[in-house]
């Protein structure tokens, strides 16, 4: 089985910043990207940013550009998300994903993350 935990939310004022993490255990053969979504009250979930594994690519949301990091620990299946200049439409439930291979599996699937709040007050 697999599981991704994360932690690092919390409350935040505009102008602050957060670091998220999230990582994967269990029976883990690969995990060949891992990313961050985030879902605001009565909006759809988006991506706010994914790393391929060992870091060769990156993608971003337009809306976090230049004021968001996502980096990674390979040998740790960790990967943070360092949000800087925060503002009040960043906040959030933020879903760490990940596209794992288990040892029991011909082939990976997604997995998600429980979710952790960030609210950014004005």
């Known amino acids: 089985q697999v599981q991704l935990v994360e932690s690092g939310g919390g409350l935040v004022q505009a102008g602050g910043s957060l670091r998220l993490s999230c990582a994967a255990s269990?029976?883990?053969?690969?995990?060949?990207?891992m990313g961050w979504y985030r879902q605001a009250p009565g909006k759809q979930r988006e991506l706010v940013a994914r790393?391929?594994?060992?870091?060769?690519?990156?993608r971003y949301a337009d809306s976090v550009k230049g004021r968001f990091t996502i980096s990674e620990d390979n040998a740790k299946n960790t990967v943070y998300l360092q949000m800087n200049s925060l503002n009040t439409e960043d906040t959030g439930v933020y879903y760490c994903?990940?596209?794992?291979?288990?040892?029991?599996?011909?082939?990976?699937?997604?997995?998600w993350g429980q979710g952790t709040q960030v609210t950014v007050s004005s």
């Open positions: 790393i391929t594994s060992g870091g060769g690519s990156t």
């Open positions: 994903n990940a596209l794992i291979t288990p040892r029991t599996a011909w082939y990976g699937r997604d997995y």
């Open positions: 269990g029976n883990i053969y690969s995990v060949s990207a």
